[in-house]
């Protein structure tokens, strides 16, 4: 059975830190590329983050470049985001996501989400 399970979510200052895991299980998440999305209330689910499945290669939202940092553990089967100098507007469910694309077929998982919320 698949599972992803994103943790490491809270209340956090402007300016503060937090580190997002997501846990996976049941597929093999070195095939697999994986995500950090993110919603907050009233938008669309937006990219925050992806990289390959090795890990050689990452991508950011321009909102975000340079505050976070995704990263990797295949030994784990974990993925992480480090965020950095968050902003009020960094407020959202955060979702990971694996994905992987064969010439047939397209497979897509995700976490049930975790809450990050940046206030004073």
């Known amino acids: 059975q698949v599972q992803l399970v994103e943790s490491g979510g809270g209340l956090v200052q402007p300016g503060g830190s937090l580190r997002l895991s997501c846990a996976t299980t049941?597929?093999?998440?070195?095939?697999?590329?994986m995500s950090w999305y993110r919603q907050a209330p009233g938008k669309e689910r937006e990219l925050v983050a992806a990289?390959?499945?090795?890990?050689?290669?990452?991508n950011y939202a321009v909102s975000v470049k340079g505050r976070f940092t995704i990263s990797r553990d295949n030994a784990k089967n974990t993925v992480y985001l480090q965020m950095s100098s968050l902003k009020p507007e960094d407020t959202a469910v955060y979702y990971c996501?694996?994905?992987?694309?064969?010439?047939?077929?397209?497979?897509?998982?995700w976490g049930q989400g975790t809450q990050v919320t940046v206030s004073s």
């Open positions: 996501k694996a994905s992987m694309a064969t010439v047939l077929h397209q497979f897509n998982y």
């Open positions: 990289i390959t499945s090795a890990g050689s290669s990452t």
């Open positions: 049941g597929f093999t998440f070195s095939t697999y590329a």
